[in-house]
């Protein structure tokens, strides 16, 4: 398996855009989680996902946060509008359900900067 | 709610120096606990994992012992090489509710030769 799966590797954009992040989880896995990394607050988790359905959203910022799994092999985070603040790298995680306990394995993340 | 506190870094050490780096929990049932490695440029890879009270978890020469009457899980290694140069997460993830993985700070280690 290619494992994780996360496009793109970088994206600048300017304040006011729209970014879209995408995720590929590993196949069989049921959950899928979406972290944001910054210097200051570390690693947050922003939403998390069972079966396709969205669980704990808490750690999402903002209304400008959305995030979508329409079926099992593909998920989006996107930003609308997009700010400075929001520069980080986001990372994308997955693993099996059924198993407790188990290991999360990420993919290589999206570094953002918004400028 | 769940926690993870790590020491502060970075730790700078010379190659062969014993790694000590300390990591403390609260958690509300009984939680699983991970050490994750993050070398430069690259995603989160789980270095070493334990289940329960009194396991260790060992990888790569890695070790830490899961201590319940202590809340905390440090990660330990006799003899540290330069490529072992990257951050360190403590994690943990609860048994029921919400499974996602609660991480500490990070701690950047720095080996020289």
């Known amino acids: 398996d290619a494992g994780v799966i996360q496009s793109p590797r970088h994206e600048v954009t300017e304040m006011g855009q729209e970014v879209t992040l995408r995720c590929k989880p590993i196949?069989?896995?049921?959950?899928l989680f979406w972290y944001r990394q910054t210097m200051m607050r570390g690693l947050e988790l922003l939403i998390y996902f069972n079966n396709n359905v969205p669980i704990d959203d808490s750690g999402m910022p903002e209304d400008r946060f959305s995030a979508k799994m329409p079926n099992a092999s593909f998920s989006t985070l996107k930003i609308q509008p997009s700010e400075p603040r929001d520069s980080a790298v986001y990372f994308c995680a997955s693993s099996p359900t059924g198993a407790l306990n188990t290991e999360a394995f990420f993919g290589q993340g999206t570094r953002l900067t918004v400028v | 709610g769940d926690s993870v506190t790590q020491m502060e870094g970075p730790v700078t050490l010379s190659e062969e120096a014993f790694l000590t780096i300390n990591c403390t929990y609260t958690a509300t049932g009984y939680p699983s606990l991970f050490w994750y490695v993050q070398y430069p440029g690259e995603g989160l890879q789980l270095l070493l994992k334990?289940?329960?009270?009194?396991d260790k978890g060992s990888n790569k020469g890695f070790e830490a012992t899961y201590r319940k009457e202590t809340t905390s899980f440090h990660l330990e290694k006799g003899s540290v090489q330069v490529s072992d140069s990257a951050v360190y997460f403590c994690?943990?993830?609860?048994?029921?509710?919400?499974?996602?993985?609660?991480f500490g700070s990070g701690t950047r280690l720095q080996v020289q030769p």
């Open positions: 334990a289940t329960k009270a009194d």
């Open positions: 196949s069989g896995h049921n959950s």
């Open positions: 994690a943990l993830s609860e048994d029921t509710g919400r499974r996602a993985l609660t």
